[in-house]
């Protein structure tokens, strides 16, 4: 076959890169893609475009091109708020690694994510997965063509095998390590009760640096807020556990997560609900002050999801309202946007 001209190259380009665009994009917006580039916002929604996120510097093409799906060298551009790196081949975006964080986002199948509890969906080819160490500002193309080859489970896998009418899963040893997860024992007075951690859903002792945590027995099979992102992050992800803050490893509560957890913010707390959502990307912990009973301090914690079918960033997060890990609408509409109880008590997040 005859080579193309370098007119007609550039047209397949731009065409190959409106396809890759049009993949992420849902309902006219897009939360989703692997870079966090600006992109229009949701229909009612908060601006989630922000010019900090333009490249700062670029390098040129490597020689290889690794992985399930890339066509093309990849290239590596450095972008800025929050520094990271966005390696991308012919398509457009293949995978972001953020300097400090261990949460990568990839380039994958399509898959949808659904729950009883909405009628929306989150349609996405984002994946999420962990590096062994904080990314230090070099990619390690090794690891990249593993991943990219890698069809385990993700970070956003994990997280939906504790939703609303999960199937139970089991380990090597028959134990239940996963399934449709309770927010925590029902009370006399019909509330649930907090502090199910991710060892009390398991049944199981935890041993920390500082001490020992024993399960709850009443507990077993349930999962606050912060006891939800410890099991997919921590128990399932390998992210450090500790039951005090350390700034190194994950703690146990939600304002603690928010003050000290590892990673990076990527939206700051000020007080207030953020301005603009650009910096986010699936993945990243988002935290809200909900509780109008307990002052002024971050109480909830979930993990974003992407952007939903109504053109909503939508997230995963364990309520008492829903009794459980959802995604869904019960008691409350698990959105950044609009004007809904969590939209409105959003404060910041964090990339671990």
Known sequence: MRAKTSGQESRVVRRARAAAIAVVLLGGA???????DPVPAPAGGTDIADASTQASAATGPLTTAPGVGTRGPLRETRMAAPDRVVVRDDLGPVATFTVGSRTVTLRGPQRTFTESTTTASVTTTTWVRLLPQPFAGTVDHGWLTAR??????????????????APDRTDASGSRIAGDASYGPLRTDG???EGSDFNDYLGVPWSYATGGDRPE????????????VRAVFGHRGGVPLTLEPDGAALPRRAVQMNASAPGVVVVRDTGTRPVGLAALQPGDLVFFDASTDDGTLVDHVGILLGTDSTGAPRFLSSR?????????????RSILSGNGLYASSFRSARRL
Not at 30 to 36: R, V
Not at 220 to 228: F, K, R, T, V
Not at 320 to 332: E, L, Q, S, Y
């Open 30 to 36: 897009a939360l989703a893609t692997t870079d966090g």
């Open 148 to 165: 990219l080859h890698d069809t385990d489970d993700d970070v956003l896998e994990v997280a939906r095998q504790y939703l609303t009418g």
């Open 191 to 193: 509330t649930r009760e």
């Open 217 to 228: 027995v009443h507990q077993q099979g349930a999962l606050d807020c912060s006891g939800y």
């Open 320 to 332: 008492k309202g829903a009794d459980g890990p959802t995604m869904g609408d019960v008691r409350g």
